[in-house]
């Protein structure tokens, strides 16, 4: 999918969020649509949209929340136990799931859920952020603190 595409995708998620009553900003540099929850006690929740279609395919979005990270190297990175985990707790989330992200130098961990874009009506869209920010919250709160 090339740039020009994906931002035309991000650009009709700022529209559907728009709709939805939901404030956000593309970011061009990092290729995704940001907004941002406030939760109870005072927590707060970053929540991203970026562009998953590929080539010649439906148009989809995934609307995404990180919750955690660890640094890669000897002695560090996601355990055996935080993995098993993290599965477990994809039984017990609604309208979102957890998974992890490799980068380079981290593993990200995760809430999210992907969406067909020509079909995302506001409602949806509103409700799904909502749920992945509550989502990454949990996780937050059992696991590490309120970083995103």
Known sequence: MGIRQSLEN?????EVATLAGIKGKIDEDRMHFGMGFQLDQGRSQTVYVRDSSREGASKIVTILSPCFTVKK????GLSKE?????????????????????????IMVVASIDHLLDTLDPEEFKASAFHVAVAADAYERKYGKDDF
């Open 73 to 76: 190297g000897l002695f560090s």
């Open 10 to 14: 991000l650009e009709r998620v700022s």
């Open 82 to 106: 935080r993995a098993l985990d993290l599965l477990r707790q994809n039984e017990n989330v609604l309208f979102a799931r957890y998974g992890i992200w490799e980068k380079k130098s981290e």
